[in-house]
């Protein structure tokens, strides 16, 4: 998945030195998915790369802090996302700033289960929207892997109330995506 996330990239002009930020980002993000997650197909183990893939085809994004705050956020199960300690390790020089301000960024990602998420969201910046709807995306498209019975509907119920209506603030494709999800979703639910 680094592979097809650096092509893609490159594919759309991303530079060469914000290449080699995005991979830092990106196998720092692994890190500890890899140590925590004993298969290696579990859909947890793609997400980072899943996530900048939904900025970068569908989105067109190219900025490469943006790109790598996607790769480091994870709002679904925090034992799997890595530390601003570990991410920055060794860092320096162009990858450091941009990886820094990508932390900055996620630092701004609202937790999915706030009481006042779509207030949060609302009021975020547009980058910090973008970040948290394609993360979520992510999540809610392979929640029929690791959820059951009634989370289903409760992360339906999020995503009609919380995540499409903001969507359709933010970018239409996010909007589109969001409500395809959301049809193939009532139907298997039935």
């Known amino acids: 998945?680094?592979?097809?996330?650096?092509?893609?990239?490159?594919?759309?002009?991303v530079n060469p030195e914000d290449l080699d930020a995005l991979r830092v980002a990106h196998t720092r993000a692994l890190a500890p998915r890899v140590h925590h997650l004993a298969d290696d197909h579990d859909p947890h183990l793609l997400h980072p790369g899943r996530t900048a893939l939904i900025l970068l085809l569908d989105?067109?994004?190219?900025?490469?802090?943006?790109?790598?705050?996607a790769l480091l956020t994870e709002t679904q199960r925090g034992?799997?996302?890595?530390?601003?300690?570990?991410?920055?390790?060794?860092?320096?020089?162009?990858?450091?700033?941009?990886?820094?301000?990508?932390?900055?960024?996620?630092?701004?990602?609202?937790d999915p289960l706030a009481d006042d998420i779509v207030e949060k969201l609302v009021t975020?910046?547009?980058?910090?929207?973008?970040v948290a709807l394609t993360e979520r995306l992510?999540?809610?498209?392979?929640a029929h892997v690791w959820r059951e019975g009634n989370g289903d509907?409760?992360?339906?119920?999020?995503?009609?109330?919380?995540?499409?209506?903001?969507?359709?603030?933010?970018?239409?494709?996010?909007?589109?995506?969001?409500?395809?999800?959301?049809?193939?979703?009532?139907?298997?639910?039935?």
């Open 124 to 130: 975020a910046g547009e980058d910090t929207r973008r």
């Open 79 to 110: 034992a799997l996302r890595a530390s601003d300690g570990d991410v920055l390790a060794g860092l320096d020089g162009h990858a450091r700033e941009v990886v820094e301000a990508a932390l900055s960024l996620r630092a701004t990602v609202p």
């Open 1 to 13: 998945m680094v592979e097809r996330v650096q092509r893609t990239a490159r594919g759309l002009g």
């Open 138 to 142: 992510d999540h809610a498209r392979h």
């Open 153 to 190: 509907r409760m992360l339906l119920g999020q995503v009609e109330g919380v995540y499409g209506p903001v969507a359709l603030r933010t970018h239409p494709m996010l909007a589109k995506r969001f409500e395809s999800w959301r049809l193939a979703t009532v139907r298997r639910l039935g």
């Open 59 to 69: 989105l067109e994004e190219t900025d490469a802090v943006l790109l790598a705050a």
